[in-house]
């Protein structure tokens, strides 16, 4: 990072030489598509790039890079808000009123662990079978269902919270 911050040639290839899959890995990790995981790397590089005099000394550059590429894959997901919202999600609804746009929809489950979003919108949104969910996520198939009836009724339970203390 030294001949970064100094301008030196050849300090930016040295970098990515020795960070970048770590960079790839980290953001892939959360992203799960090699598209999204390369534009976080790019993001991640120009922000080294740009804070190269003002980057914090630390004893774990592994550690903070990886959390600075998760930071931004997550970031890269909520701008693009990632998965268009369908129209029909009435697995989640079950009755509760209707939820107008995407916002509302990704609100509604933000409070869910990421794994349990994944999940939620991979079979709600994307229509995705459980076998497929299974396998991207790399579960086997009854923790995926358990894990997605779980979320949905943890849905279902902040739903009727919020309508009985008239949010």
Same mark, same amino acid.
Request: glycine share 8%; with cysteine; net charge negative.
């Given at each position: 990072?030294?001949?970064?911050?100094?301008?030196?040639?050849?300090?930016?290839?040295?970098?990515? /030489?020795?960070?970048?899959?770590? #960079?790839?890995?980290?953001?892939?990790?959360?992203?799960?598509?090699?598209?999204?995981?390369?534009?976080?790397? +790019?993001?991640? &590089? #120009?922000? #080294?790039? +740009?804070?190269?005099?003002?980057?914090?000394?630390?004893? +774990?550059?592994?550690?903070?890079?990886?959390?600075?590429?998760?930071?931004?894959?997550?970031?890269?997901?909520?701008? !693009?808000?990632?998965?268009?919202?369908? @129209?029909?999600?009435? *697995?989640?609804? *079950?009755?509760? @009123?209707d939820?107008?746009?995407?916002?509302?929809?990704?609100?509604?489950? *933000?409070?869910?662990?990421?794994?349990?979003?994944?999940?939620?919108?991979?079979?709600?949104? !994307?229509?995705?079978?459980? /076998?497929? #969910?299974a396998?991207?996520?790399?579960?086997? &198939?009854?923790?995926?269902?358990?894990?997605?009836?779980?979320?949905?009724?943890?849905?279902?339970?902040q739903?009727? /919270?919020?309508?009985?203390?008239?949010?």
């Open positions: 990072m030294q001949k970064i911050a100094e301008g030196r040639k050849g300090g930016m290839e040295e970098f990515y /030489g020795l960070y970048g899959k770590l #960079i790839y890995y980290a953001a892939y990790s959360v992203c799960r598509t090699k598209a999204d995981a390369d534009d976080v790397v +790019n993001k991640v &590089l #120009i922000k #080294i790039w +740009n804070l190269s005099s003002a980057l914090p000394e630390t004893e +774990n550059p592994e550690g903070w890079l990886y959390s600075v590429s998760v930071n931004a894959a997550k970031d890269l997901l909520r701008e !693009r808000r990632y998965l268009p919202l369908h @129209e029909d999600y009435s *697995d989640a609804r *079950d009755g509760a @009123e939820i107008d746009g995407e916002d509302a929809f990704y609100s509604m489950i *933000d409070f869910l662990s990421e794994a349990e979003r994944r999940i939620i919108v991979c079979r709600i949104i !994307r229509k995705m079978p459980f /076998g497929e #969910i396998e991207e996520e790399g579960m086997p &198939l009854g923790s995926v269902t358990a894990m997605y009836y779980r979320s949905l009724k943890k849905v279902r339970e739903l009727e /919270g919020r309508m009985e203390s008239g949010k």
